[in-house]
């Protein structure tokens, strides 16, 4: 696709229900990562996939987060039994190889409120 | 570990006046990329410039530019001829030569033009 696209824009959910968000990267790009950003305050790392390489999952706060990706495109973001600190927005970003020289590609994030 | 700081929450310019957005880091790691990104409220992070840490010359975007201070650990971003499109949230990032995850970001300077 054209860039990296993000669903959905919006999520509204009650506290203790499981969400799943989706991250649609560039094509061909073999590295993902997603993000969080908390209001007012800047991007937290969250877990990085490079083609079939074991993730780093190092920035994942607590064992209710996971992320999976299907090959080298979409990837799905799911925290389970939510709680109001989970409240923020998710960003993913894409870049071509994963090399340290390359430019990461943001999506357009998606805000997830919870109750 | 590497820590990015921006003392400045918001400012304001002008519009076609020029402004300086601060940002100072902390590492041990001799080589690393410095970044800043644009976020406007469509939540996108776009990349504005990016300086690699072993160039001396300081980077050119059009009207975005950089005074990288190695040894101060200072890089910040000087927007001339500000446009009423430049307000967003800038943050200012940086990301390991030596590790190919994650970009630390900064909390951000919400930057308002003044028509």
């Known amino acids: 696709g054209a860039g990296v696209s993000q669903s959905p824009s919006n999520k509204v959910t009650e506290k203790g229900k499981d969400v799943e968000l989706r991250c649609d990267p560039i094509s061909g790009h073999t590295a993902l990562y997603w993000y969080r950003q908390r209001l007012g305050q800047g991007l937290e790392f969250l877990i990085y996939?490079?083609?079939?390489?074991?993730?780093?999952k190092s920035g994942l706060p607590s064992d209710r987060f996971s992320a999976e990706r299907t090959g080298e495109s979409v990837s799905t973001l799911t925290i389970q039994r939510t709680q109001q600190e989970d409240s923020a927005v998710y960003l993913c970003?894409?870049?071509?190889?994963?090399?340290?020289?390359?430019?990461?590609?943001f999506g357009p994030g998606t805000r997830l409120l919870v109750l | 570990a590497q820590t990015v700081t921006q003392s400045q929450p918001e400012m304001s310019v002008q519009e076609a006046e020029t402004v300086t957005l601060s940002c100072t880091y902390d590492t041990s790691e001799s080589d690393y990329y410095l970044f800043w990104y644009k976020q406007p409220p469509s939540r996108q992070m776009i990349l504005v410039i990016r300086q690699e840490a072993y160039k001396q010359q300081n980077a050119t975007e059009n009207r975005f530019s950089v005074n990288f201070q190695k040894a101060a650990k200072s890089f910040s971003l000087k927007i001339s001829d500000s446009q009423l499109g430049d307000a967003a949230m800038y943050f200012c990032?940086?990301?390991?030569?030596?590790?190919?995850?994650?970009?630390?970001f900064g909390k951000g300077t919400r930057l308002h033009i003044l028509p």
């Open positions: 990032a940086y990301r390991s030569a030596f590790r190919d995850d994650k970009i630390i």
């Open positions: 970003a894409s870049s071509l190889r994963g090399t340290i020289q390359e430019t990461q590609y």
């Open positions: 996939f490079q083609g079939n390489s074991a993730p780093d």
